[in-house]
């Protein structure tokens, strides 16, 4: 996928439509630009998948363009987004290279009702649950909510210990800017998880 140009490049002529009949309905944002000629490129910005094609694009082109896309995206996601019982194996794996061998999650899964939140856990039953919103997400991305979640298993809140714990994960202060770039992006006021 082209990596997106910046916005302010971008002449916005902003259409505003649902595309149906894939996994989950997403709305779908057509950007055209003058400055492009032939390249057509799509990303998720939050909860819209952003069309950027080219100013003189007819609009059946731009139909077919969209439709295209939007099955790179889905392929593309798919091969991004592990099953449950991958993100389980991964969880523990992780646990075992991180928090050490007393940490052992008993599930973890994908949940589509997370609210503004990115991960959460009951450390009562070891269970991990992990927003959809993650998906398609780079995977050091996702590993670091299995971290952030795994850890609230040995610390319940956001105390010195719980991040002296999530630190261990080399990549978790890239990925917290990560996720915050992503909720400004899309305005929303997602937060890590809800202690
Ligand atoms: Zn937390």
Redo the contacts with the bound molecule.
Sequence with gaps: MAAPAPRQRTEARPGLRTAQAREEPCQVEVRRSQRRRRTVSAYREGDRVIVLLPARMSRAEERRWVGVMLDRLAAQERRRSPSDGELLDRARALSRRYLGDGVEPASVRWVTNQGMRWGSCTPSDGSVRLSTRLRGMPAWVVDYVLV??LA?LVEAG?TPR?WSLVRRYPQADRARGYLEGVAATAHLPLS????
Excluded at 192 to 195: F, I, P, R, T, V
Aim: contains cysteine.
């Design positions: 952030h979640e609230h956001h719980f890590e998880c809800e202690d």
